[in-house]
């Protein structure tokens, strides 16, 4: 079976300072992997998605995560954050054979003045 | 842009009553999806549908069913509402390909009192 851990139910941080998501899935076949943004009371967006190639995936808002087949990792990083950027992040995998995404339980970033 | 609507943001409802949640997507998606979403336990499916007329169970279908008479509608119906069926409920629709992402509607808000 699929699963999806992110470690961090709340992560807190001040403003402009860096911050990474920490997102591990369980799998030993192809996967696709995938970021999403739900701001309060909106359904959820997509952040950005690793489905081949450079393991370094660039997506919407100055965030970017690492795809790490090894450590069966996908962190989302951001070097400096806004008070905008205030919402829960889900981190998803698509398993290769299967129609369904599994979500992580997501984490709640809650971001200072 | 894609576009996944539901048909309500907010409902309330009795306990025992038949709840209809509506949704629509205008990009001509194979699949179709239901979530719901709990703090602390993230998204988990509860149906999904591969094709009209076609239905798979997800994660958690207990107190659920769901019809797709047409490509574009998927409609989850609660047979009849208990209080453990509160929750924010998720529509969401893909492409029938391994390396596409979900979209997903706004969410609609359920009570059940």
């Known amino acids: 079976a699929q699963s999806v851990t992110q470690l961090d139910s709340q992560v807190p941080v001040f403003e402009e300072a860096p911050v990474e998501l920490r997102c591990n899935y369980s799998?030993?076949?192809?996967?696709?992997l995938f970021w999403y943004v739900q701001y309060p009371n909106q359904g959820l967006q997509l952040l950005l998605k690793y489905l081949s190639g450079s393991t370094l995936v660039k997506g919407i808002n100055g965030f970017e995560a690492e795809f790490n087949k090894s450590q069966t990792s996908f962190h989302l990083r951001k070097p400096s954050v806004h008070i905008s950027d205030t919402a829960e992040y889900f981190c998803a995998v698509r398993h290769s054979g299967y129609s369904t995404l599994t979500f992580g339980k997501g984490t709640m970033l809650l971001v200072s003045p | 842009d894609v576009k996944v609507t539901q048909s309500s943001r907010y409902l309330v409802k009795r306990t025992g009553e038949k709840v209809f949640l509506e949704c629509v997507q205008d990009?001509?998606?194979?699949?179709m999806f239901w979530y719901r979403q709990d703090p602390g336990l993230g998204l988990r499916l509860i149906y999904f549908s591969y094709d009209v007329k076609m239905k798979e169970k997800g994660d958690i279908p207990e107190g659920y069913s769901v019809s797709r008479e047409k490509k574009e509608r998927f409609s989850l119906i609660l047979e009849s509402a208990s209080t453990n069926q509160t929750s924010m409920y998720l529509c969401?629709?893909?492409?029938?390909?391994?390396?596409?992402?979900?979209?997903f509607g706004q969410g609609t808000r359920l009570t059940v009192v």
């Open positions: 799998s030993s076949v192809s996967v696709y």
């Open positions: 969401a629709s893909s492409q029938d390909r391994i390396n596409t992402e979900a979209f």
């Open positions: 990009m001509d998606h194979e699949n």
